[in-house]
């Protein structure tokens, strides 16, 4: 009764009259969707410093950023007469006309963050620029000031202080986290921006205690110095550094290695032209990089940096500026899916001790990079190396191969007669010969007939056997199967399925996609498709949920490889079938041409289901493990 009551004196109030805001609650309104919490106003304050040319910018927070955020930085300042403006809506210095939205270069540009801030905040905004004799000062206290800036000591740059955040829109601070958290959101956000600006000098403190201090970078091992210190030593001596420029585009940074993936999407940061950014089509090119050697349920770790023309890319199509809009979306993916898949492709074992490999060279922001082609691949650290002067007499081609199907004891008949130069006495590497020892060096044993005990010029290497083969037995599969093309069969009912237009339509336009996939695919009607063929492979499949899902992803990111990942996943079963199973006992010519093949192979790093091949242990830790030396 009362619900009724209700509706019915909603439906009987008079309409309001069409008003304007008044102008702080306008701000207040904007800040809802500018300021979420304390991490908000630190980014957004480091963005005008780092627009401001400042090459070293501290922070203060207390409570989280709750109680003080405080920003000084070395840019090159204010002028005395845009203070107040500065406090007001939709100023700004970084655009003047609708063509400047075209070509966006600084990270800020909407003019809102700073007023939106002082709305619901006490603020004090204070800058000195060069010729300057004093600094000038303007306050606020949840609205626009009134008064002129005074003049105060302060040093070339700007600082930011902003007081009792939400202090005045109770409802809102009531939703702010605990100290701890809110702390943690603001750290992340250094973290991220300091990662995409290595020229610029950060520190950061909490409470009066510095949390994070990083100088900037300048060389390359400064530039592993700041990787290091925000993401860890375990991911720099698991990563490696990539750079790779083709059609205007260059992405450069530094990807793990699959062996070193996460439980959550922790460790992810990309940048396009220095700006953070989160973005479903770049998320989806590096899954797809990572789907044939990353564990189920894992998350890949990258620090990644793309480069392109600012007019190849919509940066203003979010309120906090987190998400972008690339011009040509396919081509974005896939140049981001390829750099890194074959970067990862491309790993051998001992490929860390090459000579001459450095970090990727420093960026230049807004510029437009040269086209070219290919892709440098460098570990972040050179570990100890590896001789390989004669590796090449021990990777040589022959038909001899754990990849055939014939009987392995069969097979190494051959073998073990082609391998009399083969440095090994009693089954240890000798020591005139250790030069030519190749990365995975020489079995020496085999254990519990799962495991494959290997020496190298640096020590001990441990294979899991089964694990190893099944990458091997894989790549050779899927590179057998690409050579011959995907083989079709017709159905023996075709089958039809109800689509929506727009559906049909894709299915019509990139017909020729599925038939490289092995799809005969036709639209019959408005709202149907019919397929006639599908490839011998998946003949058992799932089609109409499949193609379902193919078509799902073209009108989603311009592409699909859901086909690829299903015949994958079928050669992937069909070569852990085909590959040494535990408990086969094998000879040293057997295991020898395994540790051959590895070192040929792509992503051998990983079996087909993302679990290591193989472990170094180096007589540095063997040592330390048995109190050597002591």
């Known amino acids: 009764m009362s619900n009724s009551n209700s509706v019915s004196e909603i439906q009987h109030t008079p309409a309001r009259r069409i008003h304007h805001l008044t102008a702080q609650l306008a701000n207040q309104i904007a800040a809802g969707e500018v300021v979420e919490r ?119 740059g700007t600082t930011v202080e902003i007081r009792d955040l939400f202090f005045n829109t109770p409802a809102r601070r009531k939703f702010l986290r605990k100290e701890k958290t809110e702390f943690g959101h603001l750290e992340e956000v250094v973290k991220r921006i300091a990662l995409s600006h290595f020229e610029v000098g950060f520190q950061l403190k909490h409470n009066q205690r510095v949390v994070l201090s990083l100088r900037p970078a300048t060389s390359t091992d400064q530039y592993i110095e700041r990787v290091e210190a925000i993401c860890g030593k375990p991911f720099r001596d698991n990563a490696l550094a990539i750079e790779y420029e083709a059609a205007g585009l260059r992405l450069w940074g530094w990807v793990a290695l699959p062996a070193f993936s996460r439980s959550q999407a922790d460790m992810q940061y990309f940048f396009v032209n220095g700006r953070v950014i989160r973005d479903k089509l770049v998320s989806h090119a ?104 004669g590796a090449a007499a021990y990777t040589r081609q022959s038909n001899i191969s754990l990849r055939t199907n014939e009987p392995l004891n069969d097979v190494y008949k051959v073998l073990a007669e082609s391998t009399v130069a083969q440095p090994l006495v009693d089954g240890y590497v000798s020591d005139q010969d250790a030069s030519e020892v190749p990365p995975l060096g020489f079995a020496i ?37 690409s050579d011959g093309g995907i083989k079709s069969q017709p159905l023996l009912v075709p089958l039809s399925i109800a689509v929506n237009q727009k559906e049909a339509a894709l299915a019509e336009e990139f017909s020729e996609v599925f038939a490289s996939l092995g799809f005969d695919i036709q639209r019959i009607a408005p709202e149907t498709i019919v397929v006639r063929e599908v490839p ?49 006992i094998l000879t040293l010519p057997e295991m020898n041409a395994l540790l051959r093949d590895m070192e040929r192979t792509e992503r051998s790093g990983q079996c087909n289901h993302g679990r290591p091949t193989w472990t170094q242990m180096s007589m540095v830790e063997l040592d330390k493990l048995f109190l050597r030396g002591r």
């Open 38 to 156: 304390p991490a908000s106003v630190v980014k957004e304050l480091l963005e005008n410093s780092l627009d401001a040319g400042a090459t070293q910018i501290e922070i203060d927070v207390e409570q989280g950023g709750a109680r003080l955020i405080r920003v000084r930085d070395n840019g090159v300042g204010i002028h005395r007469e845009d203070l107040l403006l500065a406090l007001n809506r939709h100023a700004t210095s970084k655009i003047i006309n609708a063509g400047d939205l075209d070509g966006i270069v600084t990270l800020g540009f909407r003019g809102e963050a700073l007023p939106s801030i002082a709305s619901i905040a006490r603020m004090s905004l204070i800058s000195r620029q060069q010729g300057d004799e004093s600094g000038w000062r303007v306050s606020s206290e949840g609205y626009a000031p009134e008064e002129d800036a005074a003049p105060c000591a302060h040093p070339l």
């Open 286 to 389: 590096i899954r797809q990089a990572y789907r044939d050697v990353l564990y189920h349920g894992r998350h890949p770790a990258f620090v990644l940096n793309l480069e392109m023309s600012p007019e190849q890319v919509d940066v203003n199509v979010h309120p906090a500026k987190h998400e972008v809009r690339f011009r040509e979306g396919r081509l974005a993916h896939d140049f981001i899916f390829s750099a890194i898949h074959r970067s990862l492709a491309d790993v051998r074992p001992g490929d860390a001790e090459n000579e001459g490999a450095t970090a990727p060279s420093m960026p230049t922001m807004g510029a437009n990079p040269l086209p070219s082609q290919g892709a440098a691949v460098m570990p972040l650290t050179t570990p100890q190396p590896v001789g390989r002067a």
């Open 445 to 481: 044993a085999q254990l519990h007939g799962v495991y494959i005990l290997a020496q190298n010029e640096a020590g001990l290497v441990l294979v899991d056997m089964h694990a190893a083969h099944e990458r091997i037995t894989y790549e050779w599969m899927k590179q057998t199967f």
């Open 536 to 584: 011998t492979l998946l003949s058992d499949a799932d089609i109409e949920t499949l193609v379902r899902d193919v078509l799902s992803d073209i009108n989603t990111y311009g592409a699909s490889v859901r086909v690829q990942e299903r015949l994958n996943e079928v050669l992937a079963t069909m070569a852990c079938h085909g590959s040494v199973r535990a408990n086969r």
